[in-house]
DNA sequence: TATGAATGAGTCTTCATTCAT
DNA sequence: GATGAATGAAGACTCATTCAT
């Protein structure tokens, strides 16, 4: 029972490492387009142009392919922070500009944002979905940049008088349900896109900030 | 996850309608437990007690199971939103109590969210039309409910400077990101829920705000 | 992506309990030929006329076809075995009737007789085969019975001066050592198959008897 | 049985001849801890120390390597019964220290026991030449040392009245049934192993014997 | 000589769906 | 209206083997 056929020309492409680099971008393509879910091992070695089971010499599992997009776009997301947030004085300007990073980089890398912040790595083969272990190091990077950003304007009273780590958690969410929604509903008629960013962080800065420094905020003139 | 054929205990009672309604109630705690994606009409069928070409004497397809939840949830958020806006009396009180509402039934009821606002029904891939990505109408009501409110106060002058549907959005997005990642992400490091809910509300209120109602508004004392 | 091919035409032949025969017939034809690890779902389905899926209608799992046929195989011997016992006394010709059943179904089964005794379940995922938790209840009737009959002619001092148990564990192991012999190694120049089954069991009787019946037993006379 | 890509921690030492008795050792221990089937490439290069295609310089083909730990494992038995049968004078009791030796070889290297006499290489399916089912020289060899003793005793008139071509058969089939059975089924209670040897080898030969003879024989009295 | 990389074929199994009764 | 039975398609993954270097 062994069939011989012609054997394809085989790749010699990108090798090793660029190898494994192709085939990331493949999936996170397919992976955005289509759903984690729905895309098949089968799908992503053609995309690469490699057969299946060289998809297997890079990565053992199709979740790792997945999880490792989510931890480098947790790299990427945190890398982009860092750099936003290189200046040492740290002034509301400053955070403002950092959420502002951080919408940014959601909303131009939707697929990215998308792996990291909106699926859960598998199921783990038992019957319920494991409790998700903390947050890999690099998230917990992300995150990090964030609430030492947000400590340091509390440490200098520019915040309303609640702990860091709850603000952190608050300003993390307020930006990550504008990146969600925009993701998920496309169709939905939102406002012009850049109005609506603007304005969504001027609603999170005027929340977090002490009353004093809020009457010194821009844009903040009530209208009628 | 192996469910045996054997039928469930409990019978299937009713018929027509109400067997719709079983199946939709099953088909809902599945989703939720293991996932829409890890859910397979045969173990809907076995929970609700029936076969499985039965099914599709009620259901088309699995995914219309879905979206007809969706809708459901949909619906039931807007009527809880609506029940509790029905004062006539519009303040900010109000306002805060109808988000509290709404972070409460995403909470409360993290299956119907999640497969409301984190779920997209198969994208049909090639050959089948996108099913109009714009809202559906039950998903309208409950962003008309939100939006009717927000206008309310705007128009009382309530607000700062921005147009209401900007607002609504904002505000929307801000409630919604809290759900999501906390649905998402249950391994994080959460501040106590309560104290997170409450100060998340806060946060987006006093965002909201004119500066005159800002000084009023509870809870906004700066520390340091 | 869902392509629409040609339906085939339904297979309605043996349905039920009947195709489930068939399916261990089939079963039961190429493990034998080609080896259990050999031979593939998708071959059984094929040699059934029935789709590999509708296999897994029948049996969970391709390793409970296996055990199912040994079972079987295991029952019918023991069966065999039990018609060949019925009379109520028993002589050492009894005895040898008997063994000669257990050797006739042995070369005329080779496949059954395989199957029961020459092949070891699933390894059982884990990395070592499990202990083969003691014989099946068809596999202790099967070596029940042969136990009672020497028991039977222990009692009645016909047998030399070892226990039941190990003389059954003995006269067992030498008949199994034939069927398996031949079969596992059919080109070997065997002597004529009749005359060596005969020789053989007269080997086991003779070694087995008391030196009183020894004498009493034809073709022993020494020759030179 | 995941083994990963890591390199076993004693890299390949020998070249040439030597890698292939490496590779022959590993083999035959995977082998035996598995099973054959069980077994893949892979599992045994990584063993070794060297690459799956290396394998092939010194293997054509999987199956060749059984084939060959086969030939080997005749080999050795035939050298043991060799050795165990050097003495000049052949009497019954060299007979049964012979087969103790068969019996010991077995029950002691049931990995190579089970190679030699319990797996037959790919039968070939379709399209290639069928192997000859007849018994390899080494084989062959195994089986000429019990002929060649049992000869001896029968011209000796010591046997009972059969020709020794046949009673060479059934000793050997007595004997192979008593270790395949415990190989193949360690589960099943069997009575304490050297008690169960030495009674296996006493039945055999009490079955093999003259009846002169037999009243010589050790531990035969009846009992009752 | 040895290997990194790749591959066709095949494994068991599960799915959503539909036919015939 | 309901179902037992069946099916095409596809799922992830592993295997023995071979090409190009």
Partial sequence: MKLTTERSPRKA???GPERREEILAAALRLFNEFGVYAVSTRQIAVAVGISQ??????????????????????GLLADALTAGAKGDVRSLEDLVAMLRIYVD???????????????????????????????????????GVLRREITDLHERGLTLGLDP???TQSV????????????????????????LITSHLT??????????????????????
Avoid: C
């Fill in 165 to 167: 780590e709850t603000l």
């Fill in 105 to 143: 980089f959601g909303l131009t890398n939707p697929d990215m944002y998308r792996i990291a912040f909106m699926w859960q790595a598998a199921p783990g083969g038992a019957g319920r979905p494991e409790p998700d272990q903390a947050l890999s190091p690099a998230a917990q990077s992300t995150y």
């Fill in 203 to 224: 609603l999170i800065a005027r929340g977090l900030l002490a009353r004093a420094a809020a009457s010194a905020f821009p844009g903040t003139a009530s209208s009628r």
């Fill in 172 to 195: 993390w969410a307020a930006m990550h349900g504008l990146i969600a929604l925009v993701i998920v509903k496309p169709g939905f008629p939102w406002v012009e896109r850049e109005h």
């Fill in 53 to 74: 089971p060289t998809l297997y010499a890079y990565f053992p599992t199709k979740d790792q392919i997945g999880s490792e997009l989510q931890n480098r776009a947790f």
């Fill in 13 to 15: 492409k990108g090798q």
